[in-house]
């Protein structure tokens, strides 16, 4: 497993973004820069991630607010011109962000690592979840299980997929998310379907996105994950050690 290499926050990851979408070639269009950003494919999957990041700068509000002793006018300078800039600019062509505003959002992230740290979970590790999630697809697409159960679980595992995919604006809390929420459908194919590669597929997948994530969470949230999963597991051995 590749050691985590640093701390980084909401406010972070928006900035980094932004900044991905501001250093294209002068000319580029704003809509062309923010799907390079993201890495999307299409326009369906550049305005889910612009939804997205928009909710995100929600959230660095919400943690700016939080904290009574800064100057939230001062801290929160750019947030009526990003929100704005996110929700109706990209058919203009200029790139219309102020350096000020980056530096501000940048405080932000400064000031938020002092509450909310999480450690960035490496580009191999996200590569090597993803692998994980490919093979547990193809084993389920090749097995002999109950066909509800078999969409359930190719449903569960495409939202696993898709939360690693947005790592880079959700962070590891999307993807804790979406496999806890994963966890009743992953329950019901060890005790029901009745076949050892998919129990075994399930157990390793498991397994391998709990040894990633660990890594990503404070002892806190850790806690938490696992307190969740114990109350859907009980003692259920699918449950990580």
């Known amino acids: 497993m590749t050691a985590a290499k640093k701390h980084y926050n909401p406010a972070g990851r928006l900035h980094s ?13 704003i ?27 929600d ?15 001062e801290h929160l300078s750019w947030y009526p011109r990003i929100r704005n ?6 058919a203009k062509e200029q790139y219309p962000l102020l350096g000020e505003d980056l530096k501000a959002l940048r405080f932000c992230s400064l000031e938020i690592e002092k509450h909310k740290q999480e450690n960035e979970i490496p580009e191999a590790d996200l590569r090597e979840l993803l692998a994980e999630i490919e093979s547990l697809s193809n084993t389920t697409l090749g097995c002999s299980i ?5 969409l359930w679980l190719l449903d569960r595992l495409n939202a696993i997929r898709r939360a690693v995919q947005d790592y880079a604006i959700r962070g590891s809390e999307g993807i804790t ?4 929420a994963s966890y009743p459908v992953f329950s019901a194919a060890i005790s029901e379907s009745g076949d050892s590669t998919i129990d075994s597929g399930v157990r390793n997948f498991l397994k391998k996105s709990w040894e990633i994530m660990k890594n990503a969470r404070t002892a806190h949230e850790c806690f938490l994950f696992m307190k969740d999963v114990a109350a859907l597991f009980h003692n259920n051995p699918l449950l990580p050690r």
Do not use: Y
């Open 31 to 57: 809509k062309a820069s923010f799907k390079r950003a993201f890495q999307a494919v299409d326009d369906g999957e550049l305005f889910r991630k612009l939804g997205m990041t928009m909710e995100l700068s």
């Open 146 to 150: 109950d066909k509800q159960l078999k």
């Open 85 to 90: 800039f996110l929700a109706l600019n990209l």
């Open 59 to 73: 959230e660095v509000k919400r943690l700016i607010l939080q904290q009574p002793s800064l100057d939230h006018d």
């Open 17 to 29: 973004i932004l900044l991905t979408a501001r250093s294209g070639p002068a000319n580029e269009p």
């Open 177 to 180: 998310e979406a496999v806890v």
